[in-house]
C-alpha cells in the first residue's frame, strides 16, 4: 500500500512539472515538453561538477531524478560549461526543431526550480551552474 502511494505520488510530482513547463512554454503538446525537460536536465547534470550535479538532482521528484541521472557517467568532467553548448545540448533533445527555443526552454526549466526550492538553495543551485549561465535564471 505505501508503495502504491510512493509512486502515485512521484508520477504525480512529474506531471506537475510537465504541466508547468507546458504553461510557461505555451505548449500544447507533452512529449514535446518532457523532451526538452529531461534534454535540459542532462544539459544542467552535465555542466556540473559531479557533487553539484549530485545536489541538482537531490531536488527532483524521484522519476525525474531518475531520468536526470541517466546515462550519466560521474567520473567524466563537467562539459557544455558556454552557454552555446548548453543551449546545444537542449536543442539536440528535440532534434533541433527551429520551433524551438533552447534558450526560453532553459529560462523556463530553471524558473521551475526558483519557485520549486528555498531561496537560499536556489542561490546554491545558480552559483554551482558556469557563470556563463547565470544569467539564464530568473532574477
Known sequence: MCVSRDLN???QATQNWISDLMWRLRWQNREQVYH??????HALRDCLDRDEAVYMGAQLPVLLR???????????????????????RIH??????????PEE????????????????????AKAATPSALHDLWPV
Do not use: C, M
Not at 92 to 101: I, K, L, M, S, Y
Not at 105 to 124: G, I, K
Open 36 to 41: 526538452v525537460l529531461i534534454a535540459t536536465l
Open 9 to 11: 505520488s512521484t508520477l
Open 66 to 88: 531518475g531520468y536526470y541521472y541517466e546515462g550519466w557517467n560521474p567520473s567524466r568532467r563537467p562539459k557544455g560549461r558556454n552557454r552555446n553548448s548548453f543551449l546545444d
Open 92 to 101: 539536440d533533445g528535440v532534434h533541433h526543431d527551429p520551433a524551438v527555443d
Open 105 to 124: 526552454v532553459a529560462r523556463s526549466v530553471l524558473a521551475q526550480f526558483v519557485d520549486r526550492l528555498p531561496a537560499a538553495e536556489v542561490e546554491d
